[in-house]
């Protein structure tokens, strides 16, 4: 059974004579234990999808389950499941273990099993040694550890959590990425988690489901997101994707090409964008060969002039300008024998194999 699903689940709001769809005829199944993202952009539906099912909410149509039963019309705090704020919505006068006893005193938990709880959930956050701090004593990342901790003292079958380090820095949001991660593991609970921050999903999550407009547009573990993006959108919004259009020919049942003249040539396998206008092709920058030679004619093949070179180290990302004034983004590694593979100014062959067109 999964731990969370939903079936054609819509939710309109309604104010006066505007009506904003949210979430449109969403299906969804959530397993047990995974550490499943909610990955969009602001305004595609993502908060309303979770008020849904923590029950802040409920659908305008559809159905959503908890373990497999139908949970339409029941209050958030009789519902298995726990919701994580951005804001930590830490009581400021009570101690940070005063903090993480509270729905367990209110639960009528026998005191000794609470103090046990609270010193087992401390330990797991790595704050066992702020129990008698108040919260403005501790850091931006502390005092989440602590909503963190509140939040699963409780036991609850899974734990929802809205964009929950959006207020941390850069440095901090990517050490708790992997502090969440590794707790998430550690409980073995159901995560769902909101982010709008591709990395942040690439980086924990078992599978993520891309959201645009109030629907999903692709559901998938991270490398089958990033490899094989299914739409345009996903594309353009996971990773950096170079996108190349073109009038397309048949050259056989598994593959068709855009001819660029002179030589150049995009080939691709399976066309899943055909359209009036022609083909649309996305590759990924490092995907993509650079060199001086020309590529084999059973690979892409496009030519142009390097516009830029950024060196980075492990990578050299270059912009080359095509003859149609389309730049293509190309990320090489660096090794020993490879690096300055062409400078600025100079005229190179971008290649790649038909199947990372997509
Ligand atoms: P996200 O979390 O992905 O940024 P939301 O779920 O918050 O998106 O919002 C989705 C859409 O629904 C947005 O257009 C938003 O303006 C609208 N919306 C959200 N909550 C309400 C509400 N209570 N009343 C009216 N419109 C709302
Ligand atoms: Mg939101």
């Not at 001819?259 to 990924?284: C, E, F, K």
Request: net charge neutral; aromatic share 6%; with cysteine.
């Amino acid at each position: 059974v999964p731990a969370i699903s939903l079936e054609k689940v819509s939710k309109t709001y309604r104010s006066g004579q505007v009506t904003t769809t949210a979430v449109e005829s969403i299906d969804l199944e959530i397993r047990q234990g995974e550490f499943f993202s909610l990955l969009g952009p602001s305004g595609c539906g993502k908060t309303t999808t979770m008020r849904m099912i923590a029950g802040f909410e409920e659908p305008t149509s559809g159905v959503v389950r908890l373990s497999g039963k139908d949970v339409t019309g029941v209050p958030p705090n009789r519902r298995d499941v726990n919701m994580v704020f951005q804001s930590y919505a830490l009581f400021p006068h009570m101690t940070v273990a005063e903090n993480v006893a509270f729905g367990l005193k209110r639960k009528k938990v026998p005191a000794a099993e609470i103090r046990t709880r609270v010193a087992e959930m401390l330990e797991l956050v790595e704050l066992g040694d702020r129990a008698k701090y108040k919260p403005r004593q501790l850091s931006g990342g502390q005092q989440q550890r602590v909503a963190l901790a509140r939040a699963l003292v409780n036991r609850p079958s899974a734990l929802l959590l809205d964009e929950p380090l959006g207020a941390l820095d850069l440095k901090l949001r990517q050490a708790m990425q992997l502090e969440l991660k590794r707790i998430q593991r550690e409980v073995g609970i159901t995560f769902v988690y909101v982010t709008h921050d591709q990395s942040e999903a690439l980086t924990m999550s078992d599978r993520i489901a891309v959201m645009n407009k109030g629907r999903i547009e692709q559901l998938g573990t991270p490398a089958q997101i990033y490899e094989t993006p299914a739409t345009r959108f996903v594309a353009g919004f996971i990773g950096t994707s170079n996108i190349l259009t073109g009038t397309a020919q048949r050259v056989s049942d598994t593959l068709v090409r855009i001819d660029y003249g002179g030589d150049q040539h995009v080939l691709a396998n399976t066309p899943q964008q055909m359209s009036d206008s022609g083909l649309v092709i996305t590759v990924r920058p490092e995907k993509i060969r650079l060199g001086k030679d020309v590529p084999d004619a059973n690979v892409s093949r496009i030519r142009g002039t390097v516009r830029e070179v950024v060196y980075l180290g492990a990578t050299t990302h270059y912009t080359v300008r095509t003859v149609d004034d389309t730049d293509i983004v190309v990320f090489q590694q660096n090794s020993s024998d490879a690096s300055n593979l062409a400078d600025h100014g100079d005229t190179v062959w971008l290649s790649w194999r038909p199947e990372h067109s997509y």
